[in-house]
T-cell receptor
């Protein structure tokens, strides 16, 4: 158990609909990353939030958005769903930077949640 | 942009044998991290091993070890005394952390190697 939780585990919906995926990071982790895993595209980075602020975007569609709340949980919103959005969506969290011997460290390792399996019919 | 290449889509070995999974990457960054993640049939992503680019010493975790060749941009995973529970997809991943100034992008993954351990 990584300590990262995701809900729901499975989601089945229709084209054109909107869904929200939820992620709770490990206790104390400020960073949340979202990834999409599909047969066509493999594992792709979508977006990164750090302490409530968006830090980087990857291959995220304009129909998708995310946010991180003050309690550090994050939500990924997928709208106008298409068949091709069917995939496994992971979130991952990583520790906050710490300084050891003058060097920041601890932000590199990401711990993954169990994923949400989205099926668009 | 970084790229990660895993050239072996599938490998199959007998239980207790040693197997090596290959990974090469391309980057212009000097400070980065490399990872191997395991994804069993449950689909959970499990961290296997981590390597810091500025460390010359190869990382080891029990039966898992890496051969990190920075100049060749190669990062292979060796699994010793393989077990049935090692059957999974294995992903090589590259990461540039925030503090290095390289941005806060997520992991860049290879396409994976499906490892099958035969009884």
């Amino acid at each position: 158990d990584s300590g990262v939780t995701q809900t729901p585990k499975h989601l089945i919906t229709a084209t054109g609909q909107r869904v929200t995926l939820r992620c709770s990071p490990r206790s104390g982790d400020l960073s949340v990353y979202w990834y999409q895993q599909s047969l066509d595209q493999g594992l792709q980075f979508l977006i990164h939030y750090y302490n409530g602020e968006e830090r980087a975007k990857g291959n995220i569609l304009e129909r998708f958005s995310a946010q991180q709340f003050p309690d550090l949980h994050s939500e990924l919103n997928l709208s106008s769903l298409e068949l091709g959005d069917s995939a496994l969506y992971f979130c991952a969290s990583s520790p906050s930077p710490i300084r050891v011997a003058g060097r920041s460290t601890g932000t590199d390792t990401q711990y993954f949640g169990p994923g949400t399996r989205l099926t668009v019919l | 942009a970084q790229t990660v290449t895993q050239s072996q889509p599938e490998m199959s070995v007998q239980e207790a044998e040693t197997v090596t999974l290959s990974c090469t990457y391309d980057t212009s960054e000097s400070n980065y991290y490399l990872f191997w993640y395991k994804q069993p049939p449950s689909r959970q992503m499990i961290l296997v091993i981590r390597q810091e680019a500025y460390k010359q010493q190869n990382a080891t975790e029990n039966r898992f070890s890496v051969n990190f060749q920075k100049a060749a941009k190669s990062f292979s995973l060796k699994i010793s005394d393989s077990q049935l529970g090692d059957t999974a997809m294995y992903f090589c991943a590259f990461f540039t952390p925030m503090y290095s100034g390289g941005g806060a992008d997520g992991l860049t993954f290879g396409k994976g190697t499906h490892l099958i351990i035969q009884p």
